[in-house]
């Protein structure tokens, strides 16, 4: 069974940095991308940032810039670097791993920006 188990969330100040990490345990067969998404009160989920295992990114508008993802394939594991935080960057967060044709979700991890 495929667990991912995230960390590094918090409360920052407006204009700070914040690291996410998210590892994926288990047997997976075939990664396709890790990522991020984030879901604030009373909003639909949206992407953050996504990474392939080949190393090409994309990421929210709203980010670009400021987030930086980036992956250790040899501990399934993606990070977020998270500089110049903002107010609306509040939300809890979402690790993503696509592969073996299905997506597997963390639990989240609230990030909490004070302005």
């Known amino acids: 069974q495929v667990q991912l188990v995230e960390s590094g969330g918090g409360l920052v100040q407006a204009g700070g940095s914040l690291r996410l990490s998210c590892a994926a345990s288990g047997t997976i067969f075939s990664i396709i991308a890790m990522g991020w998404y984030r879901q604030a009160p009373g909003k639909q989920r949206e992407l953050v940032a996504g990474i392939t295992s080949g190393g090409n990114s994309n990421y929210a508008d709203s980010v670009k810039g400021r987030f930086t993802a980036s992956r250790d394939n040899a501990k399934n594991t993606v990070y977020l670097q998270m500089n110049s935080l903002k107010p609306e960057d509040t939300s809890v967060y979402y690790c993503?791993?696509?592969?073996?044709?299905?997506?597997?979700w963390g639990r989240g991890i609230q990030v909490t920006v004070s302005s």
């Open positions: 993503n791993l696509l592969g073996d044709y299905r997506d597997y």
